[in-house]
């Protein structure tokens, strides 16, 4: 089955630094990669995904890459703030047939210090 | 997200016991999955459900069973709780046409 390794498990940055979680992914017919947030004590919240036809997307201050051929994508988040401080997952899934099983990372706790 | 409900929000209970996590969803949607939440292992699924019709075991389904009673119902039940089932449990939901999942607020469960 589909294995997603998430790097790294804590990050600290200052504020109004930018912050980079990778992941990489074993299966390549994975085809769907969201990106989720979980603030403390709350459930996990999409913030943005990306599908495997597309090398980028930007919202606002965060923005996720796609690398295919090396397997692996990253999530920025620039100019952070002390409301970006939560856990942050990956997860990969092949979105085939109306399937769609994720399978997430392990995590990065991100802190952003004043 | 109030649309998915997870109920009870926290549960201690024994060893031995049989304990079912309830899930309902006014979404419409689907899909239902059953994930568990450990610090350092991040979200592993244990159960989906395409349909009230349609159950599958996910990655760590041993110990667990689920019952779909309805489109907005999804329970999950521990038939004899052990300690290492101790964890974080999170429903989450999705619509056929629509990859994004939503979860529920999850429930804390203790075994002692």
């Known amino acids: 089955g589909e294995n997603v390794e998430q790097h790294p498990s804590t990050l600290s940055v200052q504020e109004g630094d930018s912050a980079v979680i990778k992941c990489t992914y074993s299966d390549s017919a994975s085809n769907y990669f969201p990106w989720y947030k979980q603030e403390l004590g709350k459930r996990p919240q999409l913030i943005i995904d990306?599908?495997?036809?597309?090398g980028e997307k930007k919202d606002q201050r965060i923005a996720v890459t796609l690398n295919k051929t090396a397997k692996h994508f990253s999530l920025h988040i620039t100019e952070t703030q002390p409301e970006d401080s939560a856990v942050y997952f990956c997860?990969?899934?092949?979105?085939?047939?109306?399937?769609?099983?994720?399978?997430f990372g392990t995590g990065t706790q991100l802190k952003v210090e004043l | 997200d109030a649309d998915v409900t997870q109920t009870p929000r926290n549960r201690i209970t024994k060893t031995g016991k049989r304990i079912m996590l309830e899930c309902s969803q006014t979404?419409?949607?689907?899909?239902m999955y059953w994930y568990r939440q450990d610090p350092g292992l991040g979200l592993r699924l244990i159960y989906y459900?395409?349909?009230?019709?349609?159950?599958n075991k996910g990655e760590i389904s041993d110990g667990y069973s689920v019952s779909r009673q309805a489109q907005a119902k999804f329970s999950l039940s521990l038939e004899s709780a052990i300690p290492n089932q101790t964890a974080l449990y999170f429903c989450?939901?999705?619509?056929?046409?629509?990859?994004?999942?939503?979860f529920g607020p999850g429930t804390r469960l203790l075994v002692l």
């Open positions: 459900s395409f349909d009230v019709k349609d159950i």
């Open positions: 989450a939901t999705r619509d056929s046409g629509i990859e994004t999942q939503y």
């Open positions: 979404k419409g949607h689907d899909r």
């Open positions: 990306i599908r495997s036809n597309v």
């Open positions: 997860a990969a899934s092949i979105s085939r047939g109306g399937g769609n099983k994720l399978t």
